[in-house]
């Protein structure tokens, strides 16, 4: 078919949403969206032909707003969103959908995939970061469970990358952030999952310092099947500062979660049994300010990280969420995946909020609060960074996985037609 029957240019109705992602808007020159591989080839084409810049949207919650372009083409992927179950514990799953949508689709039959928190995250964007999800110590990364994907590459062509066909390729899509291709379908493997004990345990802020510490004690400890966030909350309006830790235990005595709760002093537990499918939620950032993100992986959380932590959360305005690992994350060679930092005990995430009309001088004031916290990691990961200098180019990958994913750069996208993104250039 002729793509520019579907697509969306400006003036055209829906353009406005069609350019407009949760990260904010673009002025495109056209919108396109396929609905099959060789409608992907075709739109790379036609975007080629024109001399467009791409940017690839799968979902559209990348902070830096990868997923739209001024003047360029938007491959907006959402039309690929079937949910396809194949035999036993395999399934098919289309890179526009969202992992709200994969979730309804798979528990009727008593399957999930560990993958982040969000209903409207899409399976392609999240999963080419690596996908920390709320069973990511018991199962891993989404990654993890991916078994192979179909993509469209730079030159046009459809090709399936998996431990035997284009093994180059499959390395580096689970965790090189979307540099290869378009992917345009993942096979996974699913988990048997029917219910879990899911909510919110929400602490009093007497002492940060050792609720931070009470919180990692007890993970070090914890069944795999416990997957916590300790979030530390600034006041937004009629909503207090507080501390809440966000619980997911898939396991068959809950009992195991009462640990956390003698960490601190309890003010309130919303903790139930829940589908899996009901633990994913919606989340926008708050509207009104422009957040400042910053994150890092930590090999522990020791007295000088937790420290920098409650420090970092005194000069107020800025959330800070602190998310467990180990497990089967770090079971995983660190140079299985392009995701190397598997000895990570815990994501750090944190974001201020400042007025959208902030000067340079306070975004950069936020950012040197976040380094006292940054500079204790390892590495970042690219599904909660919110910066690209080259420092945080550094970060997501260290230095021999970085040379390996430049070397499967210049194979499969020599000329970089794919680099809004956490861009590894083949130069």
Do not use: C
Request: glycine fraction near 12%; charge should be negative; aromatic fraction near 6%.
């Amino acid at each position: 078919m002729d793509l520019n029957e579907t697509a969306i240019r400006p003036g055209d109705e829906g353009y406005d949403a069609a350019s407009t992602t949760i990260a904010g808007t673009a002025r495109p020159a056209i919108v396109l969206r396929p609905r099959t591989a060789q409608e992907v080839v075709g739109s790379i084409r036609l975007a080629l032909d024109e001399g467009l810049p791409l940017a690839v949207r799968s979902g559209g919650h990348n902070l830096l707003n990868y997923g739209n372009i001024d003047g360029g083409a938007v491959l907006d992927l959402s039309q690929l969103d079937t949910v396809e179950i194949l035999d036993g514990d395999r399934v098919r799953i289309g890179a526009g959908a969202t992992w709200g949508h994969v979730a309804e689709q798979l528990g009727p039959h008593g399957l999930a995939i560990t993958s982040g928190d969000t209903l409207s995250v899409g399976v392609g964007g999240l999963t080419q970061a690596g996908g920390i999800g709320w069973m990511v110590r018991k199962h891993g990364l989404t990654i993890d469970s991916v078994v192979s994907a179909e993509v469209v590459t730079a030159a046009g062509e459809v090709v399936a990358a998996s431990a035997t066909e284009n093994p180059d390729l499959f390395w580096a899509l689970r965790g090189g952030a979307g540099n290869f291709g378009v992917v345009t379908s993942f096979e996974f493997r699913a988990q048997r999952v029917s219910t879990v004990h899911f909510g919110s345990i929400a602490f009093t802020l007497d002492d940060v310092p050792q609720l931070l510490k009470g919180w990692a004690a007890v993970m070090r400890t914890a069944p795999e099947e416990l997957t916590t966030t300790l979030v530390l909350m600034p006041g937004f309006g009629d909503f207090p500062a507080g501390a809440i830790l966000v619980v997911a235990y898939g396991g068959d005595d809950p009992a195991a979660i009462d640990p956390l709760r003698t960490i601190g002093t309890v003010v309130s537990d919303e903790v139930a049994e829940k589908a899996y499918a009901d633990v994913l939620e919606e989340a926008h950032p708050p509207a009104g300010v422009l957040p400042v993100v910053g994150n890092t992986l930590v090999e522990a959380v020791d007295d000088d990280l937790v420290a920098a932590v409650a420090s970092a959360y005194a000069t107020g305005g800025r959330v800070v969420f602190l998310r467990s690992l180990g497990g089967a994350f770090g079971r995983v060679a660190p140079d299985a995946t392009a995701f190397a930092h598997r000895s990570a005990e815990a994501l750090i995430v944190s974001a201020a909020f400042l007025p959208v009309d902030a000067t340079p001088d306070q975004v950069e004031s936020a950012r040197a609060v976040w380094r006292s916290i940054g500079q204790h990691g390892i590495g970042s990961y690219a599904g909660f960074l919110g910066s690209d200098t080259e420092a945080d180019l550094a970060a997501l990958w260290p230095a021999a996985t970085r040379e390996r994913l430049v070397d499967v750069k210049r194979t499969w996208d020599p000329d970089n037609t794919f680099r809004r993104n956490f861009n590894v250039s083949p130069h």
